[in-house]
């Protein structure tokens, strides 16, 4: 790990001036699940990591917005959760239409941040949403969502997850159906959340490029859900990119049991339908992220996995994915969206350029965006 030094005040300004200038783009937060249990994002919070006035302080204007179904909704009950979310969505693009506006390609993020405004992408996470069929993948194109996770922490019928054991020797035919359907849809291919196999058979069948939205470096915290050096250096090859995840669990092997322990949970969920179902949820996302864990993870060891990422994959192949609101402990120093100057200064300090650090903070997403979604 690097030896932590102290950020002075005039390197996160300098940092939050580079911000200001550039499309900054979070591959990958939770928050909607905030509003289902009625937080309003036009107000600031104490608690989450994510709203619209902490998305202004530090700086960041587009993310991908989640629409995160646990895998205790199964079949048509993944469905209803993900309408359900989505409605969420429309609720906050409905009610601050001067400040955030749903984007669906590239360009689309550009004129919205132009007109400094928060850009909302949409994304699936859990590939177990579509129920299998590709009928609701194609509704859920027409809902506005460009990108979609394969799997979440358990297999899918048709994909293998990083945190399962292997039941489909990584994706089935039917599953490579599904990731050909997304590349002629335009919609990205999200391999966070999948197995290894799963990882190597998607990038063998795909058209188009991939990301990774909210992983990090398994050769610095070695659990399943980060990638390998091989895992980075064929996610180059195929011109895609990874978000490096800002959870404790993904930054540091002291806080890896943790991240164990909170996938467990998830496992266990019992078979429940309709309210009994929600409120279980609810009560869940209150279990796993109502109060902040304690954390040994700093804004400096995110830096390091950064940088390895860089080394091994290249500078155009590496973004940002905090996982904010899906994490119970980020790390020290980035305790919410607010706080991403500091983590931009800690990369200045290392002798990152302007150029570079644009890349990072979002023009690597925009390619991406771009080449899947055609605009
Ligand atoms: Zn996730």
Redesign the pocket.
Known sequence: MATSPTLLRGDVAAARKLMAESVGIDS?I?TIQRVMMGDDLGKRHDTGHVDLPRLREGEMNAAFF?L?VPVSFRGAEAVRRTLDLRDAMQSVLDEHADQIELATTASDIERIVKAHKIAAFLTI?GGHSIDDDLHVLRTYYRLGIRSM?LT?ARNTNWADSASDTPANNGLTDFGKDVVHEMNRLGMIVDL??VSDKTFYDALAVTTKPVIVS?SSIRAISNVPRNVSDEMLRALAKNGGVIGINFGMGFIHPKDAEALRSATDTEAEAPLLTGRALDEYAAENAQKLFGKRATVVATVEDVADHIEHAVKVAGIDHVGIGS?FD?IAGTANGLEDVSKMPSLIAALLNRGYGESELKKLLGQNHLRVIRNVTGG
């Open positions: 990958h939770d989640a995160w996470e996770t979440h966070a959340h909210h996982d899906g």
